[in-house]
Structures are given as C-alpha cells and as structure tokens.
C-alpha cells in the first residue's frame, strides 16, 4: 500500500505541462477495499447489476417463449405435411 501511495503521488505531482500553478495544493488519498463503506457500495453495486441482468434475461426468454407460441399453427401444419422439425 505504500508503494501504491508512492507512485499515485509522484504521478500528482508530476505535472502534465510545465506551468508553475499546475500541482496547486492537489494530494492523492488511497484506501484499500476493506473498508467497510466502500464494501457496501460495492456490493450494493453488484447487487443492483444483478437484478437489471436478471430483468434482461427474463425479458429475452420472454420474447422467445412470445416468438415460438406464435409459430405452433405454422409448427403443427408442417408437421401434418411430414416436414422435418426446423432445428
């Protein structure tokens, strides 16, 4: 972690044009993810990407299911005819 804390402030304070007032009173603060807040929010995060994941896919199985109940007649005449399934 000091390492880390090192190079972010050696990257800080290296300014990206050679101007006097570009370093200002700038500072870098790391912290590790053990933190209980920041864990929170992570995992409040993780949880939130998960539901709009699962309504995504909910939503194509969906569309899917829509898709083959409205091609049983077409299904059941090929079938009538003899014709191989589709698949």
Avoid: C, K
């Amino acid at each position: 972690m000091q390492q880390a804390r090192a190079d972010a402030q050696s990257v800080l304070l290296t300014p990206a044009t050679p101007t006097p007032s570009s370093t200002g009173n700038w500072d870098a603060v790391l912290s590790g993810v053990g933190n209980r807040r920041h864990t929170a929010a992570l995992f409040a995060l993780l949880g939130a990407s998960l539901v709009l994941l699962l309504i995504a896919s909910a939503n194509a199985v969906n569309l899917e299911i829509g898709r083959t109940a409205s091609r049983m007649p077409e299904m059941s005449v090929r079938s009538a005819l003899g014709a191989a399934l589709a698949g």
